[in-house]
């Protein structure tokens, strides 16, 4: 057996150096290094990493490496965390972070065209100033890329009112191994000739190709917004409120879930505004314009405190507001603190994002604290619960096997507890490679032959991040 490391040949390496000049080719390893991993923390294997400025570069690449047989690996900031973007076999990472213009706003078009690259809080901001609006808001948005987002179907907090990313994409142009250029849909909101080739490429995890050019849906700018925080005695009481809002036929923008162990976790950090009879919250943002907005804050009110006569369907104990966004800021600052505050709790983490339909949202919450209770590990649960998605994070102390080993178990299990509630494995964060393993249990034998089949239309070599997704 070779003991040889994996590398380009001679050959490759000068043909790499045509397409990318100077420092748009990395090759020693302490360059390539950091994009061996991502933010789920997996390493692979970078022969190369190029960085492209063109479409062009990106369609001599991929005819080069389909002539090579060399993997390729799109990538954008890598903040996906299920080993989405690393390089699982030897291969050539492609970094679109300098293809990162906007290239047009269209204020009438309700458009906006952009390069894979660009972050994602630079176009919000961008089309802010203009009065428009592009929801999409995961919590990484700091950190995060369009392309990326696109590739992952990334959801985020208002995508209970206005959905995911999914729902934005008109069209794009991607270049498919072999130096194909595709490109799809247009700039029309509405579109139905022929099969949609834009969504399969959303959430399509840079299996398919690479896409160099966005279009995307904007909406007309909400002038309002506020925020409350309502603290319930009891995670049952939360959920009753959670349907209590949905009868009233309330739409908010964003209805996210604290479970009692993410308020004691918050609280280990900094005092919290809540009193210890709060043990479920439930943070609810509503917008709209200056004169309605008001109004939707009463309804929200009443809902949540007419309550009926079943077991745990009450009022909330406790509640805080604010509007606008200096007001709200605090109430959401708390909520985007969970995630370092859990660090608290253990050190490491085994984070889940599954989804149920809304209706088992308390079966599934009642659920992983028995599974939390039986391999007695702290699981904190939160997240978007007006979309049935919740954040599963089991943690764990990596120094200690014995609960490592607990903590793989009691992955397995809220799996299967998912599953049996017609679940999903994944409402937001992809498949990559954390969740490969799962994957018999949600998708039939008959669906993954059809989606390899698809693969092998685009990708007949599987040069496209192999070992991925499906
Ligand atoms: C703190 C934190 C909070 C997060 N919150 C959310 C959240 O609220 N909602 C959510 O959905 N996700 C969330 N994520 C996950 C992550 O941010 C998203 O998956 C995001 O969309 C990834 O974007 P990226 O630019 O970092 O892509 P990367 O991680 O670089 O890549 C992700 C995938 O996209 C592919 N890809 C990237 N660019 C292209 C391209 N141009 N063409 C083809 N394929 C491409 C890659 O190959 C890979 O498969 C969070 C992550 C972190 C660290």
New binding site residues.
């Given amino acids: 057996m070779s003991t040889q490391a994996p590398h380009l040949t001679a050959a490759q390496e000068r043909s790499l150096r045509d397409i990318f000049p100077g420092d748009s080719l990395l090759l020693a390893p302490e360059q390539t290094l950091i994009f061996a991993t ?2 789920g923390r997996r390493m692979g294997t970078p022969l190369a990493v190029v960085r492209p400025t063109t479409e062009a570069q990106v369609v001599e690449l991929l005819r080069l490496a389909q002539a090579e047989h060399l993997p390729v ?9 299920v080993g ?2 690393v390089p699982a076999r030897p291969g050539i990472v492609v970094s ?1 972070l300098h293809m990162n213009r906007i290239l047009d706003i269209a204020d009438d078009d309700f458009v906006a065209e952009v390069e ?1 690259g660009v972050v994602t809080s630079d176009l919000q901001r961008a089309v802010e100033a203009r009065g428009l609006f592009y929801p999409p808001d ?3 948005i700091d ?3 369009i ?3 696109v ?2 179907c ?3 907090m208002r995508a209970l009112k206005y959905g995911v990313t999914r729902e934005y994409v008109l069209g794009l142009t991607a270049v498919l191994p072999g130096g194909r250029v595709l490109r799809t849909g247009g700039r029309c909101h509405k579109n139905v000739v022929g099969l949609d080739l834009t969504r399969l490429f959303v959430g399509s ?2 299996t398919l190709g ?2 160099t050019r966005i279009a995307l849906k904007l909406l007309p700018l909400p002038q309002a917004t506020a925020t409350l925080l309502a603290g319930f005695s009891s995670m049952e009481a939360a959920m009753h409120g959670v349907r209590r809002i949905f009868r009233a036929g309330i739409l908010p923008v964003a209805l996210e879930f604290l479970s009692p162990e993410v308020l004691d976790c918050v609280a280990r950090r900094q005092p919290p505004p809540w009193p210890d009879s709060v043990r479920g919250a439930l943070l609810i943002r509503l917008d709209g314009s200056r004169e309605s907005l008001p109004l939707e804050i009463r309804r929200m009110h009443d809902a949540l405190h007419t309550t009926g006569a079943a077991p745990g369907n009450e009022p909330p104990v406790w509640s805080a507001h604010g509007v606008g966004h200096d007001e709200e800021e605090p109430l959401w600052a708390m909520r985007r603190g969970i ?1 370092p505050s859990s660090y608290l709790v253990r050190p490491n983490k085994i984070g889940e994002d599954i989804a149920v339909p809304r209706g088992r949202l308390l079966d599934a919450l009642t659920g992983i604290r028995a599974i939390a209770q039986a391999h007695d590990l702290p699981i904190l649960t939160y997240g978007h619960v007006g979309d049935g998605n919740i954040h599963v994070n089991i943690m764990f102390d990596g120094a200690d096997q014995a609960e490592v080993t607990r903590a793989d178990a009691a992955t397995v299990e809220v799996m299967r507890l998912v599953r049996s509630m017609d679940g999903t494995l994944s409402g ?3 498949v ?1 490679m954390a969740k490969k393993e799962f994957l018999h249990l949600q998708l039939s034998p008959l669906e993954t032959e059809l989606m390899r089949q698809v693969k092998h239309a685009f990708d007949p070599l599987g040069i496209m ?1 192999p070992d ?1 997704a499906y």
Avoid: F, M, W
């Fill in positions: 991502d933010a690996y799109a990538r954008g900031r890598a903040s996906n965390q989405a973007c679109l894979p995961p919590a990484s950190i995060s890329t392309g990326g987002n590739a992952t990334a959801g985020g995890e840079g690479i896409v995630s937001e964060h992809g990559g991040n991925k």
